[in-house]
């Protein structure tokens, strides 16, 4: 009587609840890094406080997805494709708990911005954020689906990303020129912009994992442009 192996269905249990921790830990620092921007819009203090208090939820799911790896390779012995989601799934979770930390570093320019004149580019830096945290959404779900194609076409994102970042430059440069009173808020605002800039830089690095993961090729630095 045929049937499939119980010990290899539970495994393969295991994989798609570490799926599910990945997407959690996703939602949770995309959930951060809008809230941080909303308390630097909105002057705040509430909102980048709650910010970063909540980064120990997403550290203790960076924990849990670490812990899950080194049981299942120690455990299972996992070859080929499963083997490469367990090793891109601890980096994963590493980059997002990186995304948690820039969700912080924004909410900490939001309370050090309280007491200042804002001069935010506004539309920019709501673009940013909004490009940042899609690119993070859809590199998720390209390592659910295992989409790689989805994956490249993520990559090629990042440079509207880092147009954003240089035109918030050159426009607070503008200000700092006009008013050398706003220097100090304008540095900060900068580093809002340089955080998020990170963010999307950590979404690019999701989506080579992912091409990693299931076709075994490394995409980084631009690996596959050059010749054999």
Known sequence: MSGTNPTHRHFHEELSALKVTLLNMSAAAQAALAA?????????DTKARAVIAGDADIDHLETEVEETVIRLLATQQPMARDLRFLMAAMKIANDLERVGDHAVNIAQSAERLLASRLIVPVPELLE??????????????????????????????????????????????????EDPHIIGTAMELFLVSRNLERVADLATNIAEDVVFMVEGKSIKHHAEDRPA
């Open 36 to 44: 941080a921007v909303e308390a630097v819009l909105q002057r705040d």
């Open 128 to 177: 940013m954020a909004r490009q940042a945290r899609m690119m993070l959404a859809d590199a998720l779900d390209a390592v659910v689906r295992g989409d790689p194609q989805a994956a490249r076409a993520i990559c090629r994102r990042d440079d509207s990303v880092d147009a954003l970042h240089q035109s918030m430059f050159r426009i607070l440069l503008t200000h700092m020129m």
